[in-house]
């Protein structure tokens, strides 16, 4: 089945030069903000009970920059810090990139899940037709603490080779996203629409 896919940007890194200031930003707030809607709902996954799964993308990240440098107003040097923290995050053709969030409401509960899921940024996987690609954390910062504690937040990246990316790029092809820790092994099979968005990100 053939999905039609929104306007995308062939870019593979983000600069200065792609964001907006504040001033700038402001008239165009909600229009923007509507026109990336249609970008980022197939690029939303739900794995297991608490896992959201969002996979970044050029426009993703110029508009969370946008939108922290319109509600900060930090100036020069915010969009300097925002560009370190978020350009790494467009995927660069050869690889996806994904912002998973464990979300539990009460902090008591949360708490206690986080604290059984050390190294659970080791064990995301895609697997599709004859492949299996196990995730690499982003190494910015340690995201299980020497106690075994899991950030809520996690930034992952999956290298692809010039055949994995081809056999992601075949319409219909059966695309499961997973994690095989042992407190938390779930995964889900995605939509058409979701393997579509996500090939379009392999050049």
Known sequence: MEVTQPQRSAKRSLDRGDLTLPDAYAPVRK?????????????????????????????????QINEMLYIERGGEEQIEDELRAYAGMVPNGR?????????????????????KLGGIEETMFLRFGDHEIVGKPEEDVDRTTADGKASSVQFIHFPFTDAQAAALKTPDQDLVIGFSHPQYGHMVKVQEATRASLAADLD
Do not use: W
Request: a neutral charge.
């Open 31 to 63: 229009e923007k903000r509507a026109q990336l809607l249609a970008i980022k709902r197939p690029r939303r996954v739900e794995v297991g009970p608490v896992a959201t799964c969002y996979f970044e993308c050029f426009e993703t990240m110029v508009h």
């Open 95 to 115: 690889e996806l990139v994904v912002t998973v969030m464990f979300e539990i409401d009460d902090p008591v509960r949360r708490h206690a899940f986080l604290a």
